[in-house]
């Protein structure tokens, strides 16, 4: 029922800020709340935020609350996460994911995916 695209990842220095964006298509963006997701070397995919409908019900993993902030702008049919003071444990492969209704913390909650977007955190 929709489509998902990354942008905006890439190398940034440890304390550095960047934002990716998931630009979903088709109709109904309003029926989908909407999870970013991590996954690095050797680890498992990990809960990193997600959103409601309209951006007023927020939820974050401990490892990046006061450092990222997840929004989405429903008339641009996309979802960002604004990533500041980043470490290089926030190395990851960065996903964006759809789920209709409520937010979900598990991965396998969302049946709808992006490609990932790479965001690497140097020393």
């Known amino acids: 029922q929709v489509q998902l695209e990354e942008s905006g990842g890439g190398l940034v220095q440890s304390g550095g800020s960047l934002r990716l964006s998931c630009a979903a298509s088709g109709r109904s963006f309003t029926r989908y709340a909407m999870g970013w997701f991590r996954q690095a070397p050797g680890l498992d995919r990990q809960f990193v935020a997600a959103v409601n409908w309209n951006g007023g019900t927020t939820y974050y993993a401990d490892s990046v609350k006061g450092r990222f902030t997840i929004s989405r702008d429903n008339a641009k049919n996309t979802v960002y996460l604004q990533m500041n003071s980043l470490k290089p444990e926030d190395t990851a492969v960065y996903y964006c994911?759809?789920?209709?209704?409520?937010?979900?913390?598990?991965?396998?909650?969302?049946?709808?995916w992006g490609q990932g977007t790479q965001v690497t955190v140097s020393s």
């Open positions: 994911a759809a789920v209709q209704g409520l937010p979900k913390s598990q991965s396998y909650e969302y049946p709808y």
